[in-house]
């Protein structure tokens, strides 16, 4: 372009009627670079004023520095006029509020879990695990549930079929355990006395869902085996976990109960702060007994040496009292309304 007046000229009419009616931000931003950017005409033309021969120099120099002040300032009203582009790009509203990062964090079920389990570890018992599917020793016959038992039917337990090869010469019914008790199996034929356990895991029942009852619940299992245990080490430290967990004035009572795998066997409830809005006095909380001489002998302990006591509770069932949860649906179906709340 050199040092043709004419062209500055011709640039000065152009750009003040292209900034006139620039209509928005976006193109105001195109025509901004256009003329007034790095790389642009107004740029090219200051840059120029050097290489003019010394007598028009003045002249061109003047023209130009007009050129730049005039578009500047044609700029800076269609600025005024339809906005910036930071702020009006379509898609961008600075005003709006930044997007949330959710912070992910336990299930309330994995929580109450976590909670009750630490109580007993600082007492010296260790978590332990078992497998869900299960054959019926350890589910049934070692926990002196015998064949022809009720709680063995076919219409309380979830059977599989198992069809591979090798089952099918030799065919094994498994299940998925109704019971965590089947840990207590589990882990005294892998241990030796003194044996300390707490043990959670998922349980399986073909219930029909209703807001109390679910197929798939979880329990916590506890297990103490040694020389000389008796119901009063059960009562200790069975006390010591409800103060703990529900509170220190907690008031704890048992109830005779049968189950098969304890003798004496009896079911705690317990009297709390915490459920006074359910205005009941005594609210069940946990089953317990010392273990049957009959489930020390089908792990091969002697019933003579060892003695031993057993509880179990359901997480969902004191996850529910605790928090006031009305629907134990709400554990599994992913709302995040209700799980956000824990
Ligand atoms: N397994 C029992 C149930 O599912 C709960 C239970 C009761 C576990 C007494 C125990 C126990 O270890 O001693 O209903």
């Known amino acids: 372009m050199g040092y043709d007046l004419a062209a500055i000229s011709n640039l000065l009419t152009q750009g003040l009627k292209a900034f006139e009616s620039v ?19 107004v740029k090219a033309i200051l840059g120029g004023i050097k290489d003019v021969p010394k007598e028009q120099r003045g002249e061109y120099g003047k023209a130009a520095n007009v050129l730049n002040a005039r578009i500047t300032e044609a700029f800076q009203a269609a600025q005024a006029r339809v906005g910036s582009t930071a702020a009006a790009r379509p ?32 007492i010296g018992f260790s978590q332990v695990e078992g497998p869900e599917v299960e054959d019926e020793f350890h ?9 022809g038992h009720p709680a063995r039917e076919e219409a309380d337990n979830f ?42 895991g998922r349980v399986y029942r073909p219930d029909t869902v209703d807001a109390t009852h679910h197929f798939m619940f979880h329990q916590i299992e506890g297990l103490a085996i040694a020389e ?15 103060r703990e967990y529900f509170g220190p004035e907690t008031r704890m009572r048992f109830r005779p ?70 629907d134990i649906r709400h554990f599994t179906t992913n709302d995040m309304r209700f799980l956000g709340q824990f």
Request: aromatic share 8%.
């Open 159 to 200: 059977y599989l079929q198992l069809n591979a090869p090798d089952w099918e010469a030799k065919p094994v019914p498994m299940l998925l355990r109704s019971q965590t008790s089947t840990i207590q199996i589990r882990t005294m034929e892998s241990r030796k006395p003194p044996v300390r356990v707490i043990a959670p």
């Open 257 to 326: 109960h049968y189950f098969p795998f304890t003798e004496p066997s009896a079911e705690v409830d317990i009297d709390c702060q915490m459920f006074k809005h359910l205005k009941k006095p005594w609210l069940e909380v946990l089953g317990c007994g010392m273990v049957d001489p009959n489930v020390l002998q089908a792990v091969g302990y002697d019933p003579e040496k060892y003695t031993g006591f057993a509880f179990g509770m359901g997480v969902e069932r004191i996850a529910m009292l605790k928090h006031r949860i009305g």
């Open 91 to 122: 898609g961008i509203d600075l005003t709006k509020p930044g997007k949330r990062r959710e912070i992910g964090h336990a299930h309330i079920i994995t929580q109450t879990i976590e909670e009750i389990v630490e109580i007993f570890q600082r």
């Open 228 to 242: 000389d245990l008796h119901f009063g080490d059960l009562k200790a430290v069975l006390e010591l976990f409800v």
């Open 23 to 41: 209509a928005d931000a976006t193109a105001l931003e195109e025509l901004r670079r256009e003329y007034l950017g790095g790389k642009g005409h």
């Open 139 to 147: 589910n049934f016959d070692a926990l002196n549930i015998p064949a």
